[in-house]
C-alpha cells in the first residue's frame, strides 16, 4: 500500500513534468536577427523592437494554432559575416528554425543562397529590389530570392515614386531647365541597392544625373560633401543610409547652405531624427510603409498599442514608424505559419505557399495600419504603392519626441501617393 | 633556471640534429600524438558550439603563426595581418567561383597568391624598420581593404561573395563536424612546417636578422632577401587561414578585414609569445576562448544580487568588453614572456618538485 502510493505518486509527478515539458519541446523555433548596435541600430532597435514586441503578444495569445514560438533574438552588429555563422547555427541540428526575421541588405542578400537551399522564408528588414524575384528571370541578372519576404516597397520602386514626385514638384515648383538628380549613400550594399535603378529613371524622367557622393553610415563631418552638392547645384538628393548619418548630412547642408529637397528611403526618416535633425530636417520626403503614424487613428492602432505594452507596460511610450513596420511584418509571418500549420505543417516550402494566398493583405487586426501587400510566386513585390511623406519641423526640438509630435513641433504629412508602376523589367532590381 | 627544459644529467647531445630536434623527450613526442588523437575523437562527443571554437582557433592559429615568424622570430612589425587573410579568404572564392578551381585546390593556391601579395608589401620592409615598418603595414591594411571594397571582379564588392564549401571526390565537408577535420590537418601540416622552418639554415637566418641585424649582416645574411622572404611566408600563413575561413563561413564579406582583426592578431602572438610556435596556438585558443569565457561570467552575473545592486541591465554586455581590455592589461604585466613562458614554469614546477628552488 505504501510503496504503491508512492509510486503512483511518481508516476503521476513525472506525467505532470512531462506534461509541462512537451509544449516547450514543439515550439516553433523562430531566428531574429538585428542590429542593435552596428551601424543602422538607430533604426535597426525600434524595428527589432516592434518585431519582439509583436512576436511576443501573438505568444501571449496562444501562440501560433496553440504552439508557442521560440524566437531566439541575436545582435549581429550589422556585420554580415556574423549574420552568416548565426544562421548556419540556427539552420543546422535538431531545432532547426522554422523561419527567420531579418534585417540588413548585406547579410539577406548573401543569405538568399542559403535560405533557398534549406527552405527557411526569411522576412527581412531590407527592402532591396534584388529580394524581389523568386525565380532570377529578372532581366537584370537577380539571383533567384524565393524565401525572401519583405513588407513595404522595394528600395528601388520607392525611389521610383519619389523621383516621379520631384519630378512633379520641379514643374509645380516654376524651376528652370533640367533639374539635377544625385544619389548619396555609403558605399555599401543597402544604399547602393537602388542607385542604378534611380538613377536610370530619373534620366527618363528628364533629370541631369550628377554623380553619386559618397558618406559613410556613421554620423559624422559631412561638410565636404554638401559643399559639393552646392557647387554641383544639385536639386534633389537621395539619402541611401538611414536616420543616424542622414542627419548629419542635413545638418552640414543647412550650415554650408546647400539648399537641395532632400529625398530618404524608408530607413532615412521618422519621429526621432527629426527631433535630433531639429530644422535641418523641415521638408525632407520620405516613403512611409504604414498608412498611419503612431498617433494615428485606424483600427488596427487598438492591437498595435496592445502590442507596444508588452514592453512598456505604462503604455505611454511614442513609437516611432520602423516599430510600427515591424510589427506589421511580424503579421505577415504569423498568418503565413497559421495557413502553413493548417495545410500541411510548418515546413518552408508550405509557408511560402501561404504567403500566395491573399491578394491585398492586411494581417487581421491591424487594419488601416498594415498597407494591403500581395505576394504572388512569380514576383515578391509585395507592395508598388509609395506614400511620400514630408517631414516637418517647427522651432525647437528639446522636448520628447512624444510631446512634440503632440505639440505639432513635429508633424509628419503625407504629400502624395505614386503607384509605381509593377513593370517586368524592373522585377529583381 | 625554471626555464629551460630539463634533461637527465648525462644525457648530453652529440650531433646537431639531436639538438635541433622538436621534441626534446620521447615523452613530449607521444603527448603531442596523444593530444592530435584526442582532437580526433573531438567532434564525436563535443557539441556545435565547442567545434566552432575550434575551428576558430585553428584557421586563427595557422594566421597567427604566420605574423608570429614575422614579428617574433624576424623582429619585423605587422599591423596588416588581416588585410592578407582577408584577401586569401577572398581569392580562395575567387578561383574557385570564378575559375572552376577545386576547393581543395584552390586553398594552397590562394596561399600562394598571397605570398605574391605579401612579397610586394614586404618590398619596404627592406628599406624600413621599427615605426616605420608599422606605418607601411599600415598602408597596406588600408590599400587592400579599399581593394575589397571596389574590386567587384574580385570580391563582389561591399555585397561580398560567396564561397563554395569543401567537397572531395562528391563528399561535402560543409558540417562543423566535417570541416573540424579540414582545419585540423591544416593546422598540424602548417605547424610542422613551421616547426622545421625554424630549424633549417633560413630559419636561424631570420632569427639572426631579428637579434642583431648588423651582426647578421656582416655573417653574410643577404637583409634585403630575408626581411621580404619573411613578409613573404607570413603572408602564405595568412592566406591559408584566410581561404579555411572562407570555406567554412561560405561567405567572405569586406567589413571583417579591419584593422582591429590586426591588432587582434598581434594580440594573440603577444599573448601567447613572441617567437614560440607553442605559445601561439596557445594565445590564439585565449582570444577566441576568452571572449566566450567572458560572455559566460556576464550571463552568471545577470540577475544576481551584484547586477541588482550595481544597477548594469543592459549594460552587463560592455562589462564583457571591458573585461577583455582588462584580463589583457593584466595578462601583458604579469606574464610579458607569453603563455609558452608560462607553461614551461608550470612544467619544471612538477619535474622539480618538491626542489624546485
Known amino acids: ?307 507596444s505594452k508588452m514592453s512598456d507596460a505604462a503604455g505611454t511610450a511614442y513609437r516611432p514608424v520602423h516599430y510600427m513596420a515591424g510589427v506589421c511584418t511580424a503579421y505577415y509571418m504569423k498568418e503565413a505559419l497559421e495557413w502553413a500549420g493548417k495545410n500541411g505543417g510548418l515546413t518552408g516550402p508550405n509557408i511560402r505557399k501561404a504567403m500566395y494566398q491573399k491578394k491585398d493583405w492586411v494581417p487581421a487586426g491591424l487594419e488601416g495600419v498594415c498597407i494591403p501587400s500581395t505576394w504572388t510566386e512569380t514576383d515578391h513585390r509585395g507592395m508598388t504603392q509609395v506614400n511620400i511623406y514630408r517631414a516637418s519641423v517647427k522651432a525647437d526640438t528639446g522636448a520628447s519626441v512624444d510631446e512634440l509630435v503632440k505639440n505639432g513641433s513635429i508633424k509628419l504629412e503625407k504629400v502624395a501617393t505614386e503607384d509605381v508602376p509593377r513593370k517586368p523589367e524592373w522585377l529583381g532590381w | 633556471m625554471a626555464n629551460v627544459s630539463i634533461i637527465p644529467s648525462g644525457d648530453f647531445k652529440t650531433s646537431y640534429a639531436s639538438d635541433t630536434t622538436i621534441f626534446p623527450t620521447k615523452t613530449s613526442r607521444n603527448f603531442a600524438i596523444l593530444g592530435v588523437l584526442l582532437l580526433l575523437a573531438c567532434p564525436a562527443f563535443m557539441d556545435r558550439y565547442w567545434l566552432s571554437l575550434l575551428i576558430q582557433i585553428g584557421y586563427l592559429g595557422i594566421a597567427a603563426l604566420g605574423l608570429n615568424i614575422l614579428v617574433g622570430f624576424t623582429g619585423q612589425i605587422s599591423i596588416g595581418h588581416s588585410a592578407f587573410f582577408g584577401f586569401g579568404a577572398f581569392a580562395s572564392a575567387w578561383l574557385n567561383n570564378r575559375w572552376g578551381v577545386p576547393v581543395a585546390l584552390a586553398i594552397p593556391l590562394a596561399g600562394v597568391l598571397t605570398t605574391g601579395v605579401g612579397l610586394i608589401f614586404g618590398v619596404p620592409a627592406a628599406r624600413l624598420k621599427g615605426l616605420y615598418l608599422a606605418i607601411a603595414t599600415l598602408a597596406a591594411q588600408y590599400i587592400l581593404q579599399d581593394f575589397f571594397g571596389r574590386a567587384d571582379w574580385f570580391t563582389g564588392g561591399t555585397a561580398g561573395t560567396i564561397a563554395e564549401p569543401l567537397t572531395v571526390f562528391g563528399f561535402a565537408f560543409d558540417t562543423d563536424e566535417r570541416y573540424f577535420y579540414v582545419v585540423l590537418v591544416a593546422m598540424v601540416v602548417m605547424y610542422i612546417l613551421g616547426t622545421n622552418l625554424m630549424r633549417t639554415r633560413d630559419g636561424r637566418a631570420l632569427v639572426a636578422v631579428r637579434d642583431h641585424y648588423l651582426s647578421a649582416e656582416i655573417m653574410g645574411i643577404n637583409l634585403t632577401k630575408y626581411r621580404t622572404m619573411s613578409f613573404g611566408i607570413s603572408a602564405f600563413y595568412a592566406g591559408i587561414g584566410g581561404a579555411l575561413y572562407a570555406h567554412y563561413l561560405q561567405f567572405v564579406s569586406v567589413e571583417n578585414f579591419t584593422i582591429l582583426f590586426s591588432i587582434q592578431f598581434l594580440g594573440m602572438i603577444i599573448i601567447g609569445g613572441l617567437g614560440s610556435i607553442m605559445g601561439t596556438l596557445m594565445g590564439t585558443a585565449f582570444m577566441v576562448l576568452l571572449p566566450e569565457l567572458m560572455q559566460a561570467a556576464t550571463k552568471l552575473v545577470s540577475g544576481t544580487a551584484i547586477d541588482t545592486a550595481l544597477n548594469l541591465r543592459e549594460n552587463i554586455a560592455f562589462l564583457r568588453e571591458m573585461s577583455i581590455g582588462l584580463v589583457i592589461i593584466l595578462f601583458l604585466v604579469f606574464e610579458p614572456d607569453g603563455l609558452a613562458h608560462r607553461w614551461k614554469q608550470i612544467k619544471a614546477y612538477w619535474k622539480l618538485y618538491p626542489f624546485s628552488h
Open chain 1, 1 to 307: 500500500m505504501h510503496t504503491g502510493s508512492l509510486k503512483t505518486a511518481l508516476f503521476a509527478t513525472s506525467a505532470l513534468l512531462l506534461g509541462a515539458a512537451a509544449p516547450a519541446l514543439a515550439d516553433i523555433p523562430i531566428g531574429h536577427l538585428a542590429d542593435q548596435s552596428g551601424g543602422t541600430s538607430d533604426v535597426g532597435v525600434p524595428y527589432a523592437q516592434g518585431v519582439s514586441d509583436a512576436l511576443a503578444y501573438i505568444n501571449s495569445k496562444g501562440g501560433i494554432n496553440g504552439t508557442k514560438m521560440a524566437v531566439d533574438s541575436v545582435d549581429y552588429g550589422y556585420q554580415a559575416p556574423r549574420a552568416i555563422s548565426q544562421y548556419k547555427k540556427w539552420s543546422s541540428g535538431s531545432d532547426k528554425i522554422v523561419a527567420l526575421q531579418g534585417w540588413g541588405t548585406a547579410d539577406t542578400e548573401a543569405l538568399t543562397a542559403f535560405v533557398g537551399k534549406d527552405e527557411i522564408p526569411a522576412y527581412s528588414g531590407s527592402y532591396s529590389g534584388h529580394l524581389t524575384d523568386p525565380t532570377g528571370k529578372g532581366p537584370h541578372g537577380s539571383k533567384p530570392a524565393p524565401y525572401n519576404f519583405f513588407y513595404g516597397p522595394s528600395y528601388s520602386d520607392a525611389l521610383r515614386g519619389m523621383l516621379t514626385w520631384a519630378a512633379d514638384d520641379w514643374k509645380k515648383k516654376g524651376g528652370q531647365g533640367k533639374p539635377k538628380y544625385v544619389h548619396m549613400g555609403a558605399n555599401h550594399p543597402f544604399p547602393n541597392a537602388p542607385k542604378e535603378a534611380g538613377e536610370q529613371i530619373a534620366k527618363e524622367l528628364g533629370f541631369e544625373v550628377l554623380p553619386a557622393v559618397q558618406f559613410a553610415l556613421t554620423p559624422g563631418d559631412y561638410s565636404a560633401q554638401c559643399l559639393t552638392l552646392k557647387e554641383a547645384g544639385a536639386n534633389y538628393a537621395y539619402l541611401g543610409n538611414t536616420a543616424g548619418s542622414g542627419i548629419s548630412v542635413l545638418k552640414a547642408c543647412q550650415t554650408v547652405g546647400a539648399k537641395v529637397q532632400f529625398m530618404g528611403n524608408v530607413w532615412g526618416m521618422d519621429e526621432n531624427a527629426a527631433k535630433a535633425a531639429g530644422s535641418a530636417a523641415d521638408g525632407v520626403v520620405f516613403p512611409m510603409r504604414t498608412a498611419v503614424t503612431w498617433t494615428g487613428d485606424a483600427p488596427g492602432m487598438t492591437l498595435m498599442k496592445d502590442i
